[in-house]
């Protein structure tokens, strides 16, 4: 068993290799229905469960509970509130980010699930806080979870 | 009686944990597993099946790590899997060591883990953000850390907890881990050093979280008959318990660990345990954060929910206190190769049982313990019981 400490890991003799491969990710038959919505409509939608009354937020195909399959659509609206949140100082190299970046969990009125996103136009949150959705414009948006371009406080 | 064999453990292993080791993943694995093996006073002859535990293949940058590791892990011509369940990966090897020999098909298994994050660069983190959703999640730039944070947040805020007394936690490992010789971050610090430490995502600072290592650690499992015939003081595995919560981790509340608590159950009626706290004279909950030991707590039922910290900071936590945790040092302050980590929890239990943890022996005759590790999204949980 080697006992140096080596704390710089290119201290050691290595040889340099790398992972090829770039990857698309397909959307989903869900996926597809959810980001057609947002990007042509401007509407967040989710799924509902007949059996456990739960509505999905991102939308899902099938109850993950009771395995139904899940038909039917409701618009959930654009508001909601922050359930947890971190303001991120470092990047995952540990490098200082430029601007510290809001993060919130937000969960979205009458379902159950929420969203992971960006908080904007404010320099201080909350839990509890009341959050909505700032879409870009029809032009801008490209079937994307970053059609969503922040969450920010309601007025 | 579970599966039709007792399932003991007669050797346990643990290679150095450090940022970066000369070892290749594979010579981790083979050191960590001869110690195991030594110490059993058995040869690689002796060993009928072996089980194999590892993270994520990104870390050593082989897409095909199990069978990557096999010679390493004394593999060759035997039955061999390899296990992965993220973070939780080290403590379910052992389980599934332990139903090859409960089956009644084997009466020996080699247990191993290895992980070589140092592998990759310029960061381990850089393999991390893949784990996230590839349509939902990962547009928005997501790093563990700052899931990590979301939960921290919500578990400080559903109880009203101060970071100072969770920082109590990280003095209190990377300090236990001075008595551990393969420790990578063992420190004397204090709760100031840790709230002045540089902030990563609030409310996750540089001391709240374990380092990246390397490292590797091994079991000998054999059962009742073959444990009888080498030696007089085994290790039982009474309980074994492992549950996986939703993977739309933002469909979750976060200040509660449902799966751990589901996984406990589990282990705990198979071990006829009723009363964890009174019952368990030792544990080692998983900590790749200080928070998480608290969490972990709660979820393994040896405290109330939101009660952890409060026990924390009267000192029952402590190697000498009522209801030692992480005596080892855990993961804040031995070190954090993933699978290995969680085995390393295990070894602990072991050499704590037997009365062989050294100066980091906790005093009085503890006869049961438990180990737990937890990963994925912030959603599996793993535990085993180890009975004297
Ligand atoms: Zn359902």
């Known amino acids: 068993m080697s006992i140096e400490k080596i704390t710089n890991p290119f201290d050691a003799r290595h040889w340099i290799g790398h992972m090829e491969a770039d990857y698309m990710y397909t959307l989903g038959v869900v996926g597809e229905r959810f980001f057609k919505e947002l990007k042509e409509n401007g509407r967040i939608m989710g799924t509902r469960c007949p059996n456990c009354s739960i509505v999905y937020v991102p939308p899902r195909m099938y109850c993950e509970r009771c395995f139904a399959k899940l038909e039917e659509w409701i618009d959930v609206g654009k508001k909601g509130t922050i359930h947890t949140f971190t303001i991120a100082t470092i990047e995952k190299d540990g490098k200082k980010l430029e601007k510290p970046v809001i993060y919130a969990l937000i969960k979205f009125e009458g379902a159950h699930g929420g969203m992971i996103h960006k908080i904007g136009e404010t320099d201080t949150v909350c839990i509890g806080m009341k959050v909505e959705a700032v879409l870009k414009s029809p032009e801008e948006r490209k079937a994307s979870i970053n059609d969503i371009a922040y969450f920010r406080p309601t007025k | 009686m579970y599966g039709k064999k007792r399932v003991a453990i007669v050797g346990a292993g643990l290679t150095l944990f450090r940022r970066r080791l000369k070892e ?62 993220g973070g939780g990966t080290g403590v379910f090897t052992p389980l599934a060591g332990w139903w090859h020999i409960a089956s009644g098909q084997f009466d020996t298994c080699l247990v191993v883990c290895e992980e070589k994050m140092s592998s990759c660069y310029p960061h381990p983190q850089y393999a991390f953000t893949t784990i996230f959703d590839p349509i939902l999640e990962r547009p928005i730039g997501m790093n563990l850390i700052w899931i990590f944070a979301l939960e921290m947040q919500r578990y400080m805020h559903k109880h009203n907890i101060k970071k100072e007394h969770i920082a109590l936690v990280s003095v209190k490992n990377k300090g236990n881990a001075l008595d551990h010789p393969c420790a990578q971050l063992a420190a004397r610090i204090t709760v100031d050093d840790v709230l002045n430490s540089e902030i990563m995502a609030w409310p996750v600072q540089r001391l709240d979280v374990s380092p990246t290592s390397d490292g590797g650690a091994a079991l000998v499992l054999v059962s009742e ?20 919560d939703s993977t ?139 009975r004297r």
């Open chain 2, 24 to 85: 290749t993943g594979k010579e981790l694995a083979y050191e960590a597993a001869k110690m195991a093996l030594d110490a059993a006073g058995l040869e690689l002859r002796d060993i009928q099946s072996v089980v194999m535990g590892t993270a994520p293949d990104a870390f050593d940058g082989v897409h095909m790590k199990g069978e990557y590791l096999a010679d390493g892990a004394g593999a060759y011509h035997k039955p061999y899997t390899r296990v992965f369940v």
């Open chain 2, 225 to 244: 008959d073959v444990a009888k015939e080498i030696t007089d003081n085994p290790v039982w595995i009474d309980g074994v318990g492992w549950c996986i």
């Open chain 2, 248 to 386: 739309h981790w933002t469909n979750r509340d976060l200040y509660y660990p449902d799966y751990v608590e589901y996984a406990a159950r589990m282990a705990y009626k198979m071990a006829g345990i009723k009363n964890p706290p009174k019952e368990i004279d030792v544990a080692e909950p998983y900590d790749p954060f200080d928070y998480k030991e608290l969490h972990h707590m709660e979820g393994l039922l040896l405290c109330k929910k939101g009660e952890a910290p409060k026990l924390t900071a009267e000192g029952v936590t402590q190697r000498d206190g009522d209801l030692p945790i992480n005596p080892s040092g855990g993961l804040l302050g031995v070190g954090n190769p993933i699978a290995a980590a969680g085995l390393m929890k295990v070894c602990e239990i072991f050499w704590q049982l037997r009365g062989e943890a050294g100066k980091r022996q906790i005093p009085g005759d503890p006869r049961t313990g438990i180990a737990q590790a937890w990963g994925d999204l912030m959603q599996y949980g793993s535990v085993i019981v180890l």
